[in-house]
Antibody, heavy 119, light 107 residues
């Protein structure tokens, strides 16, 4: 059974940093592109980042480019999101998601972790 | 970026009925549209991709249609577990973008 479990969320002040983790199990992690998708309170879904199987290619929307870094450790079946220079508009539930091949959709999701950016 | 417009934003129906949710892209995305279901306390679930291909495990009462800019998710013979939020997402190009969601509620 595919499982994705996020951790590392919490309350952080504007301008500070936070690192999210996602522990994957139930599939061969190194064979899949992985992604982060977020959802602000009472809002829709927003794609945040995608990483290739080896980690050599990463993709971001303009809203987080230069502030967020996605990475992975295939030996640990783990995905990460380093978030720097956080803003109040980054407040959201962050979901770890598995990309279906190299396609840009997501066939499995974690239950999410909440990040609140506030002073 | 491709803008995705979903309608309606809210929909009320009874078990056994059929409903349709629409999704319109701001430019052609060929057939590359996915539909997800979101329910409180559960992981988001991929229902359909590439416009009409059912993800493994998706009940046959769900169907997707459309191409280009206009797409529809149809749920026939609603079951109690079908009530929740539904999102469309284009997967034709980066960045992948989502619709604002449709809340399917019990009438």
């Amino acid at each position: 059974e595919v499982q994705l479990v996020e951790s590392g969320g919490g309350l952080v002040q504007p301008g500070r940093s936070l690192k999210l983790s996602c522990a994957a199990s139930g599939f061969t992690f190194s064979n899949y592109y992985m992604a982060w998708v977020r959802q602000a309170p009472k809002k829709g879904l927003e794609w945040v980042a995608t990483i290739s199987t080896s980690g050599s290619r990463t993709y971001y929307p303009d809203s987080v480019k230069g502030r967020f870094t996605i990475s992975r450790d295939n030996a640990k079946s783990s995905l990460y999101l380093q978030m720097n220079s956080l803003k109040s508009e980054d407040t959201a539930t962050y979901y770890c998601a598995r990309n279906m091949g190299i396609a840009h959709y997501f066939d499995y999701w974690g239950q999410g972790v909440m990040v609140t950016v506030s002073s | 970026d491709v803008q995705m417009t979903q309608s309606p934003s809210n929909l009320a129906a009874s078990p056994g009925e059929s409903v349709s949710i629409n999704c319109k892209a701001s430019k052609s995305i060929s057939k590359y549209l996915a539909w997800y279901q979101q329910k409180p306390g559960k992981a988001n679930k991929l229902l359909i991709y590439s416009g009409s291909t059912l993800q493994s495990g998706t009940p046959s009462r769900f169907s997707g249609s459309g191409s280009g800019t206009d797409f529809t998710l149809t749920i026939r013979n609603l079951e109690p577990e079908d009530f929740g939020l539904y999102y469309c997402q284009q997967h034709n190009e980066y960045p992948p973008t989502f619709g604002a969601g449709t809340k399917l509620e019990l009438k």
